[in-house]
């Protein structure tokens, strides 16, 4: 093991865990539809304080500060939940509303809330090959895509749900222990970061940075942009190297049910 993995985590920390997921469990909720209900559960003080809390947390581990940062990642100190608190809308209706505004009808504004539709329109089967295997890790760990909502297994909101998943499933692994089970969720977030989350996000909070500088999902693109380099730390992943190049796709009628399901990972921090 090289000198810089050994900054990394090494052995299960329930705290550090805890603190992960509850970061990704925001920021999932942050970017899903509003007409799912999310505003109540945004606006409620106990998933608000987990989210303070987790950044707080994070921010005073030094393996989370990653070095070198890569295009579109923000520094560690910048993690804070509470820019983003201060922008939701006081209400659902509200909520609904700067959704639509920002990332307009079935999400077919300019700031794409899919992986895929940040890959060039020539990578056609590359494209689809990388919905596939979103698709795949999801089915990996019993998870099930539901066609109560529309839209694509690569959204960002289910993209980041899933990495909270994977935190909750290694977390119940912890309090067996099984050591196995451990190793397997972990390279799973490792992977998954790497491969279908680290590399694009940061350019949808650019972008969101740039339409709507005042917006909630603005703020909530900061935030992910200073937490996904800090994940990537500290789980040892290396600055991304895949090129973003912006194409928007027609939604395959295999892929118009989005929303993961499996009760048992709906679990409290």
């Not at 050994?6 to 999932?28: G, K, W």
């Not at 809390?53 to 990653?66: I, K, N, Y």
């Not at 090959?129 to 890790?137: K, L, N, R, T």
């Not at 959204?155 to 397997?184: N, S, Y």
């Amino acid at each position: 093991m090289t000198a810089s993995l050994d900054l990394t985590m090494s052995c299960f920390e329930p705290t550090l865990a805890a603190a992960r997921q509850a970061m990704y469990r925001f920021a999932s909720l942050a970017f899903l539809d509003p007409r799912d209900g999310t505003h109540r559960q945004l606006a409620d003080s106990k998933l608000q304080e987990f989210a303070r809390a987790a950044a707080e947390w994070l921010r005073s581990d030094p393996r989370a500060v990653a070095e070198p940062l890569g295009l579109g990642e923000r520094l560690l100190s910048e993690l804070d939940v509470q820019p983003a608190l201060s922008r939701l809308p006081c209400t659902a209706q509200r909520l609904n509303e700067e959704y639509e505004a920002t990332f307009g009808l079935l999400d077919a504004g300019d700031a794409p809330l899919c992986e895929t539709d940040y890959m060039g329109a020539k990578f056609t089967f590359q494209r689809s090959h990388q919905m596939a295997d979103v698709a795949g890790f999801y089915r990996a760990f019993g998870l099930d895509l539901s066609n109560q909502h529309r839209g694509r297994p690569d959204h960002i909101a289910l993209e980041l749900e899933f990495m909270a998943v994977l935190i909750d499933l290694e977390r119940r692994a912890a309090g067996v222990p099984d050591h196995e089970r451990i190793d397997v969720c972990r390279n799973a977030q490792r992977r998954f970061l790497n491969e279908h989350l680290a590399w694009w996000v940061p350019t949808l909070a650019a972008l969101l940075g740039r339409l709507h500088p005042e917006g909630f999902y603005a703020a909530v693109g900061r935030l992910v942009s200073s937490f996904l380099p800090a994940d990537r730390a500290l789980l040892g992943v290396d600055v991304p190297r895949q090129v973003v190049e912006m194409s928007r796709i027609e939604v395959p009628e295999e892929c118009e049910g989005c929303l993961l399901h499996n009760a048992e990972h709906l679990t409290d921090i």
